[in-house]
């Protein structure tokens, strides 16, 4: 005989609003708190969705070995495939495996590699446009130079002309399909939908110019990748779109995040300073040797991910930790929850440039690029432009906070970031 569970707790929240409000805000401690008064399973209310959260290690266990049996990601990521044609987040089994192994071609470290000189020309020029600015929105300057060096890598060209309008069309987007923040409707306002219309106008241009001028060079880049692939033009087009979409807002963040961290921790700043100038020229495999650097980057993934969960539906019941979750319930794997708990690391508040990631590794509880079949395939080029990245930036500019003493506020728009008003001052750095 089987014992029906019981559904899993509900979070108090005030009426209508639900849990809104702490989740357009510092959503991961938000998790993280909800864990350590409700356990590794409970149910939040946002505005009209309500959504079952799993966290610790047992859940981000429960995604990587049961996550592709057991939800489909149709619900929180089809409006990025009936809207762009970016399928990979939605296909399952088989077909996904596929369109992943070809994404990942394009999206690989190799292709950073060829086109290393031209992104860090690029990258140079941008933060010596930050130089002599009292008061600089880092969110945005950060998503603007993720932008070019993103687009350079993927395509070979610089998308920095389109910027605006790309950012505006995919936030609003993920604020409606993902975060349910707006109701779907708003994917008619006739702004969205020219929006829309130039993003495609972007994709399908960059891969005709592309078809006319033959292969870009060795190796193929994403816009080789997605014109050879057996996939109809609209997916061939999210193909291109894909890396520019799923990596903007979420290395822009890191690197916001990054700055923030070493505005606030002048010994991490020294650390990490000393190593850079201690360097030589930053070549790409150079970059692979900065372990303060490496630290910087890991700790503040752990510390501030910029995509904590992973939002699913159940396409199947099932039960987890004592509670059944029924069929159709959109569930969400709070994967960086464990990225706060002792037992996993030690001293958690402890911003440490020295700590062994890999025992957290294996065991799947440092998660900052999810785990499972739909894992990020943007892990390696992240890790890498993010050393080079603060390695320029601390050869050529010294930054301070514009408001010192200004806390951090993270807020979601549309994942976890420093806000709009964080803002810094730079000024070249004296040779
Ligand atoms: C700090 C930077 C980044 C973070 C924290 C991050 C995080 C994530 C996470 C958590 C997922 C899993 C989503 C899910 O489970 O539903 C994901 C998927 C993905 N990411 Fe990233 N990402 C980053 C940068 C990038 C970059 C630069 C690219 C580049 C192209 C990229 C491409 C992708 C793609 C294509 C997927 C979907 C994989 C699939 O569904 O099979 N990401 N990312």
Request: a positive charge; one cysteine or more; glycine letters at 8%.
């Amino acid at each position: 005989m089987t014992t029906m569970l019981r559904p899993p707790p509900a979070v108090p929240g005030v009426p209508v609003l639900g849990n809104a409000l702490r989740m357009m805000g510092d959503v991961q401690q938000f998790f993280v708190d909800s864990y350590r008064e409700m356990g590794p399973v409970f149910r939040v209310r946002a505005l009209n969705q309500s959504f079952v959260i799993m966290a610790g290690a047992a859940a981000n266990r429960f995604l990587l070995e049961r996550g592709e049996a057991v939800f489909t990601s149709e619900e929180s990521f089809g409006g990025l495939d009936r809207e762009f044609g970016m399928r990979v987040h939605v296909l399952r089994g088989r077909p996904h495996r596929e369109l992943r192994k070809i994404l990942a071609a394009g999206l690989s470290r190799d292709l950073l590699a060829a086109r290393w000189d031209a992104i860090t020309a690029e990258s140079e020029r941008i933060l010596d446009g930050w130089a002599g600015k009292p008061a600089i929105g880092a969110v945005d300057a950060c998503q603007r130079l993720a932008a070019a060096q993103l687009s350079i890598a993927y395509t070979g060209a610089s998308s920095a002309a389109r910027f605006e309008t790309l950012r505006s069309a995919f936030e609003l987007v993920l604020d409606v399909t993902i975060a349910g923040k707006w109701p779907a409707a708003t994917l008619r306002w006739p702004g969205y939908r020219r929006a829309r219309a130039e993003i495609h106008r972007f994709a399908r241009a960059a891969l005709a110019e592309r078809a006319a001028a033959g292969p870009g060079t060795a190796p193929p880049d994403l816009l080789d990748l997605a014109l050879a692939a057996p996939y109809p033009p609209d997916v061939q087009a999210g193909m291109a779109l894909q890396g520019y979409f799923a990596g903007v807002n979420t290395v822009a963040y890191l690197y916001s995040f990054m700055i923030d961290v070493l505005l606030r921790n002048p010994e991490v700043l020294a650390r990490v300073t000393a190593e850079v100038d201690a360097a030589g020229p930053l070549t790409f495999e150079r970059l692979r040797d900065l372990p303060a650097l490496h630290g910087l980057v890991m700790e503040t993934l752990r510390v501030y991910p910029p995509a904590p969960g992973s939002a699913r539906t159940a396409v199947e019941p099932f039960d987890f930790e004592g509670f059944h979750i029924e069929a159709g319930r959109r569930v969400l794997v709070a994967t960086c929850v464990t990225h706060q708990l002792p037992e996993h690391f030690p001293d958690p508040r402890r911003f440490d440039l020295d700590r062994d990631f890999t025992a957290g590794r294996r065991a799947a509880v440092y998660a900052p690029f999810s785990v499972g079949g739909h894992t990020c395939l943007g892990a390696g080029m992240t890790q890498v432009l993010a050393v080079a990245t603060v390695a320029m930036l601390l050869r050529r500019l010294r930054l301070a906070p514009a408001r010192p003493g200004r806390p951090l506020r993270i807020t979601a728009t549309p994942g976890p970031n420093p806000g709009r008003r964080f803002q810094i001052s730079a000024t070249p750095r004296p040779a």
